[in-house]
């Protein structure tokens, strides 16, 4: 299967999928705000970081004083499949601001699988299992999707040409369609973001994104984020 996420055009961007990509857009996040915010109730700042103040961070994860980690700001631009950012937004500890069908015209990138992301669904609510399918069906199902898909966008360009307001045109748009949207938030949040998306019960695309998103925290936070999957990728 083709890797889901690359590199883009700066070291900020992560391209995921055929159309997507994360981009860290700012952050006000480092290690240094989780030591200075514990050390505040001693009245004690640090200006830089020293092995007793990995120590207190792995405390702090450790023993789930999670306050501390909550006085920094990463703000994420996000362009997914529709169907993910329903799920994102369920997650209503970040700030979102999403692209609106209601005031432009969507574009025409729609999710397609990769071979092997086409899988059948076995099992009972609550305890499925996902498996892969034949070449042929998956080959055949993207097919269908591309089909589809372009019957959708048609329709949809031919009542906004004829002067139907894009908030009804959109009705006949499918949910594979590609949105944007803006999303902040503090690093407690995002390891509870984490520990659910980038886990093996979430489903395969959000979690690909998860996956994207878990390497930018990795980078500015290195000792949070050791100290995250050391006790056991749970949020303090």
């Given amino acids: 299967m083709t890797d889901p996420i690359r590199p883009g055009e700066n070291p900020n961007e992560l391209l995921v999928f055929d159309h997507g990509f994360v981009r860290l857009d700012a952050a006000m996040a480092d290690d240094l705000s989780v030591v200075n915010s514990a050390r505040v109730s001693f ?86 299992t996902f498996e892969p399918v034949d070449e042929a069906v998956a080959l055949e199902t993207q097919d269908v999707l591309r089909t589809q898909y372009k019957d959708a966008y048609a329709t949809y360009q031919r009542l906004v040409d004829k002067g139907i307001a894009k908030e009804v045109a959109r009705s006949v748009l499918p949910v594979g369609i590609y949105t944007q949207f803006y999303w902040t938030i503090n690093a407690r949040a995002l390891m509870n973001f984490l520990s659910l998306r980038n886990a093996e019960a979430a489903q395969y695309e959000i979690r690909v994104y998860a996956q994207a998103v878990e390497e930018f925290f990795k980078q500015k936070m290195p000792v949070t984020y050791e100290c995250f999957i050391d006790f056991g990728r749970t949020a303090p």
């Fill in 43 to 128: 009245a004690v700042r640090k200006d830089e970081m020293d092995e007793r103040d990995e120590g207190l961070i792995r405390f702090l994860m450790r023993e789930r004083h999670g306050t501390p980690t909550e006085h920094n700001s990463f703000r994420f631009h996000i362009r997914c499949p529709m169907f993910v950012a329903r799920e994102w937004f369920r997650h209503r500890v970040g700030s979102f601001n999403e692209e609106s069908a209601r005031y432009h015209k969507m574009s025409d990138d729609f999710y397609v699988p990769d071979v092997g992301a086409v899988r059948s669904q076995v099992g009972k609510p609550g305890a499925y």
